[in-house]
């Protein structure tokens, strides 16, 4: 059974940083793709970033340049690193997981496997 566990949400003044981490378990195949989500109060829940086996990312138009996924396999840990954050950056971040082998882990489909999430709220 696949566990996501993520941590490093708060509250944070406009411009400022914060780091989400993500610990994933539960799975032994090297191939996988994992993604943040985020869902803003009343919006539909987006794909943020997302990270395959070899570190290939993709990221949402809205945070390019802004955020940063990276991962650290020996700990299978997924960051999302998070610089000059705006208030329209508030939501619930949510780590998710798709096994296997995908060919675009930027797609969002397929992802089957969730956080409870973390809350990140920027204020103006």
């Known amino acids: 059974q696949v566990q996501l566990v993520e941590s490093g949400g708060g509250s944070v003044q406009a411009g400022g940083s914060l780091r989400l981490s993500c610990a994933a378990s539960g799975y032994t195949t090297s191939s996988r793709c994992l993604g943040w989500f985020r869902q803003a109060l009343g919006k539909v829940r987006e794909g943020v970033a997302s990270?395959?086996?070899?570190?290939?990312?993709s990221y949402v138009d809205s945070v390019k340049g802004r955020f940063t996924i990276s991962q650290d396999n020996a700990k299978n840990t997924v960051y999302l690193q998070m610089n000059s954050l705006k208030p329209e950056d508030t939501a619930m971040y949510y780590c998710?997981?798709?096994?296997?082998?995908?060919?675009?882990?930027?797609?969002?489909?397929?992802?089957?496997?969730w956080g409870q999430g973390t809350h990140v709220t920027v204020s103006s």
């Open positions: 998710a997981a798709k096994i296997g082998w995908w060919p675009l882990c930027g797609n969002t489909i397929g992802y089957n496997n």
């Open positions: 990270i395959d086996s070899d570190s290939r990312t």
